[in-house]
């Protein structure tokens, strides 16, 4: 696996930027009262950080470390609400996706390699980089998008 940065490492020329655009979608994420609103706005404004092709959202609500839940990806036959079902969705155990949570930090990696017994691997395969970006409540990293 590549070496991991922070998202202020890997943009320290425009971060001043960067972390205008976080803030207001921040800002706007919080007057939303809909949870599925909330991940329009997140959308909308964090692809002007970084164009990216797939999206992917997991979530450890509820969950003892290192379980963890793939609540969105375009690899889904069909998309789930998390809120609604949460029954419906996968719990996976340990693995890349659950260093990232638990880590509570945001991340870069470049050239992502993926262990041959990575938990979530049918989710993962075909990404070459990443860009974790964690959702906190409470403090801490209950949420995460990717």
């Given amino acids: 696996m590549a070496t991991n940065e922070t998202f202020l490492d890997r943009h320290a020329d425009d971060w001043r930027k960067n972390l205008d655009l976080v803030i207001q979608t921040m ?3 919080s007057s939303e009262t809909e949870p599925q609103a909330m991940v329009r706005a997140f959308s909308r404004n964090i692809q002007q950080l ?7 959202a997991i979530s450890r609500r509820g969950l003892i470390k290192p379980r963890y839940r793939v609540t969105r990806s375009h690899k ?8 609604e079902n949460p029954e419906l969705l996968t719990e996976f ?7 990232l949570i638990y880590a509570n930090e945001a991340t870069i990696i470049d050239d992502l390699e993926l262990a041959d ?6 989710y993962l395969e075909g990404y070459r980089s990443l860009m974790a970006i964690p959702n906190f409540d409470g ?3 209950l949420n995460m998008v990717l």
């Fill in 139 to 141: 403090g801490e990293a």
């Fill in 50 to 56: 970084r164009r990216y092709q797939w999206t992917m």
């Fill in 117 to 122: 017994d990575e938990p979530a691997l049918e």
């Fill in 76 to 83: 889904m036959p069909k998309p789930i609400n998390p809120w």
């Fill in 93 to 99: 155990e340990g693995g890349l996706l659950a260093e």
């Fill in 27 to 29: 800002r706007e994420m």
